[in-house]
Each structure stands twice: as structure tokens, then as C-alpha cells.
């Protein structure tokens, strides 16, 4: 529908009645004064009349004469007015404004009205004069007998100019009041609606805008104060209600965020209504990007795709295990699924809750792993120790020499098996203290440690023939576990000693820079191919199983390594070239100025 101001509206209903208004008052007026002037002009001529009447000769003359008529004349002059004489049968005796014979005068109803014995009043039109006169006739009486008729009349002219006058100026000042009332009115609608209509108007095109927390000014007019108050009471409580959904929304925008599950909500298409950083982190995907898309379009992922349709078809939760592929490590992750419902019940969708379990899985395949090692290394040994009992007892015993040779291969298994059952239990108390904390560490001048260490091997090396060199600042200073460190450095010293030539050098070098401090132990050996690096330090991990197991090797020698530097917060590295040599570095943290300080 077409929209009009309200003015427009309005307005013209105002003038209507301002114009009728004025227009009635002006008629109004109008005829009142008509009154006025009537009544003055009727009394006027009685007035003139009665003067007159004292006036006329005694007694009334009968008939006409230049004598009447000279008389009739002076007494128009002196009382401004047609003056006549009529006889009682309507003769007209004298008449000032002409001379007789004039048509009898008998039926005038003025005159009619004096014979009868009153005073006669009329409007008419005159034959004689031919133009509206106002007539006022009395009788002139004699004894009480009517002897004639005296008349006296005006123009209705002088009285209807005047009227017209005022007319005009009435009509003049109408205008002007009706003018002035028009533009009154504009004003005044303005003012009083307009202003205010359009103040509300801004005020609620501003809380449409969204700014909830402008306030429609106070309004004088009534209903419109009503108004404003309503508005501004339902954008305030607008305001509360979005602030609180916001905060409340923002809230739960941020547990999301922070969860370490990943939450995935889809809508009963499958298309994702939201997900939070966690879900897009596993799902490999932007979120900004991924809302409103269908799931399956943005993993394809057959797993993960049943999974959903599974919790949208049924009403029950739904539990599930699922394999990312990515790259290095495939994720494994555990997910939850519930139908969304909307408050009546209805389903909408799906929440799906994905927990990362790839590092538990790890665990739980490191575990299997190990058990499943720690069961075959000491099967060989068990194996050998069993075989040689058996080869004694059918017969080895008797024979001196055999025996000698078994008992020796027994006591060199139970070795064996000793040092595999030490270094575990090494391993798994280095473990558990580190991961209780308990792994007390002390400023130490790490000179004395790695001596102590190279002390140790000292006599395997020269048994190889292999040349042990220090190399330390005598005041370095690390925050250390002393024999732990020496048990680290005293496995690597082992392994560069037992896979270098006889004669060849191994270096043990201890230095600091600004970030840490390093200690390297530097062999000129077979070195360690390149495949093989990223897997050395875990447990029973071995390059060459025969050769090692040969030198004595329980293949948990740089696992221990490994767990040492962790406790001491730092880290191991190694750089192997095949046929060059290795270096094996551990990496430790430096002491902070206070323990520098204090030692
Ligand atoms: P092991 O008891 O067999 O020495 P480790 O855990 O100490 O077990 O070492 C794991 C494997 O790493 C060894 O079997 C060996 O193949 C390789 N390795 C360790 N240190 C050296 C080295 N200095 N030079 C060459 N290979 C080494």
C-alpha cells in the first residue's frame, strides 16, 4: 500500500474545518451586523418619522399644491429622507422626490399597515425611485380619525454599502486568520507529531542498526511519552537479552575452543553447523571454511562417515573408533555420538565428540612391543642355557673338556641375561624417577663427572686398544645427576669403543655456548647408517643384532641414554656418517645466573 505522510493525512481535515469554521463565523458575523444596521435604519426612520410628523401643517393638508410640495421638500432636506404625504384613500399628496400625480399609494403595504393604524416597515423595491428602499408609514391622526399617511424611506443602498464594507473586510481578515492558521497548523503539527514521530523513528532506526543503547528523548505529548518509554524499555530489555546471549554464547564459544575433544556438529543432512579448533585440527580442515559444507565433502573418510550416519539413524549414543590417515602418523581417535534434538524432541543433527587416542595407542603398541621383545631377547640366552644343561647332561659332564667349554657358554649367558634383567630395571627406574620427579639434579663441575666416566671404561678400552681423550673447561659447570650423567656418558663411551677399530681414538668433549651446554662423544668407527638414526634410541633397537649381541650389547644402551637426558631436561642427537665415525650429543640446559651464583 502505498505509503503518504501523516501530514498529508491530516491536514487537509484541518483546513476542511478551519475553512468551514471561519466561513460559518464570517456568515455569523455577517448576519449580526446585518441585524445591527437593520435596526438602526428601522429606528432611524421612526425617529425621522415622528420628527417629521410634528413638522406637517395642521391640519393635514387634503390635497396636493406647490405649497405641499415646497414643504415636502425642505423636510427631505433637513431630515435626510424621501418624505411623502398620502391621503387616507392612497392619493399620494406630496412626494419630495417627485411631483404628483404618483400612482395610488393605497395598496403599499406599508401604507396598508399606517391605515390600518401602525407603524408600516418594508423593503421594496420603488416603481418611483427604481431602486430597494427601506419605507416606515405612520398614520397621522386627527381626533383619533386617520387623516393620512406620512412616509418616510432611504435607500437600502447606503445601508448595503456599508454592510458590503464590512463584508470585505471580514472576508479580508478571514482570509488572513485562515492563513495564518494553515500555517499554524503546519507548525503545530510539527511540533507536537511530526518532531516527535521523527525522533522515535531515528531512535528505533538505530536500534535496528543494532545500537540498542540510544535512548528516544522524553516526550511532553502523553501518548507519545507512552510510546517512547515502551521503546526504550523493550530496546533496553533487547539489549540485556542480546548481551547475555552473546556473553553466554561467547562462553560456550570458548570452552569449545579450549576443549582438548573435538566437537563436530552436524545438521541432519550431515552438514557441519560448527566445529571447534580441536575437531578442525584432526579433521584436517579450516573451520572457516568447512560450516555448512556437507561432511563427506570434507573428509572423505569412509570410517567417520558411517560413524555419522550411524548417529543421526539411531537414538541411542554412539561410540565408535576411527583412523585418520596423516602424514608420519595416522591419528586414531575415539568418537562419541548423540542425536541433537530440538527443545520438542525433535532430531536436528548430531553432536560427535572426537577424543585423540593416537598417543595412547602409541603407548599401548610400545608396551606390546617391548613385552614382545623383552620375551625374545631373553628367550636367546634362556635357549642357549637350556641347550648346553641338555648337552651336559647327556654326557658333556663326563668329558672334562666339554664341560669347561658349556659351563663357560652357561656363564656367559647367565651374563648376558644379568645385564638385559640390570639395564631394565636401570631403564624403568630412570623412568619412574623422571616421571615422579624424583631425579635430584645439582650444579656439578662436569669435569669431574665425565673423568669419572672415562675412568670406567679405561680398562675395556685398552683391552681394544682404543685411545680415551677428554677434553673439558675445568670450571664448566651443568645442573646434573652425577651418576646418571656418568652412566650415560660411560653407555656411549661403551658403544663408540666397541664399534671402532682397535687403535683408533674416541673423543669425550664437553663445551658451552649461550644456549646450552653439549657433551659429545666422537668415535671414528663404523658409523651408523642413515635409515637407522631416527629409530636407534629406542629399546632393543639394533643396527646389527648379531654383532652387537656378539660385543655384548643388550640394545638398551642409548635407550637409557636417551631417558638420562630427558631427565636432566635436555635431549640427545647423533650424526653418523657410515665408515667416518659418529658423534653422539647431549644436549643440557644451562644454569641460570642464580646457581652460576651460587657455586
Ligand atoms: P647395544 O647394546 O646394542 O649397543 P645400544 O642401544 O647402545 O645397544 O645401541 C643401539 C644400536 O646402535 C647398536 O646396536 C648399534 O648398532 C648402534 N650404535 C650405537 N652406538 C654406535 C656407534 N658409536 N657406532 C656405530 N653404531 C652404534
Known sequence: MPRRRLIWQLYPAYLVVVVVSIAAAVVYIDHAVRGVFLQQRVASLKARAALIAGRLPQPFPRAAGAELDALVRRLDEEAGARVTLIAPDGVVLSDS???????????????????????????????????????????????????????????????????????????????????????????????????????????????????????????????????????????RQLHDQIRTITQQSNEQRAVLASMIEGVVAIDSQERILSLNAAAATFLGVEPARVIGRPIREIVRNTQLQRFVARTLAGSDPVEGDLVLPAEGEDRYLQAHGTVLRDPAGAGIGALVVLNDVTRLRRLENIRRDFVANVSHELRTPVTAIKGSIETLREGAMDDPARAEQFLAILARQADRLNAIIEDLLRLSRIEQENERAEVELAPHRLRDVLQSALSDCQAQAAEREINLRLTCPPDLLARVNAPLLEQAVVNLLDNAIKYSDPGASVDLNALADEREVRIEVRDTGSGIPAEHLPRIFERFYRVDKARSRRLGGTGLGLAIVKHIAQAHRGSISVASTVGKGSVFTLHLPLLTTEERGGK
Do not use: W
Open 97 to 235: 422626490e417627485k411631483t404628483p400625480p404618483l400612482d395610488n399609494h393605497a395598496h403599499r403595504p406599508e401604507v396598508v399597515a399606517a391605515l390600518a393604524g401602525e407603524v408600516g416597515l418594508v423593503e421594496r423595491y420603488s416603481d418611483t425611485m427604481r431602486m430597494e428602499m427601506h419605507y416606515c408609514a405612520r398614520p397621522v391622526l386627527d381626533d383619533g380619525r386617520i387623516v393620512g399617511v406620512l412616509r418616510v424611506a432611504l435607500p437600502t443602498a447606503d445601508v448595503s454599502d456599508a454592510l458590503a464594507a464590512i463584508r470585505l473586510r471580514l472576508e479580508v481578515g478571514a482570509l488572513a486568520m485562515a492563513a495564518l492558521a494553515a500555517a499554524m497548523g503546519i507548525a503545530i503539527f510539527s511540533r507536537v507529531v511530526a518532531r516527535p514521530l521523527a525522533q522515535i523513528r531515528a531512535s528505533a532506526s538505530a536500534f535496528t542498526a543494532g545500537n540498542l543503547t540510544s535512548v528516544i528523548p522524553d516526550q511532553r505529548a502523553e501518548e507519545f511519552g507512552g510510546l517512547s518509554d515502551a521503546v526504550n524499555t523493550m530496546a
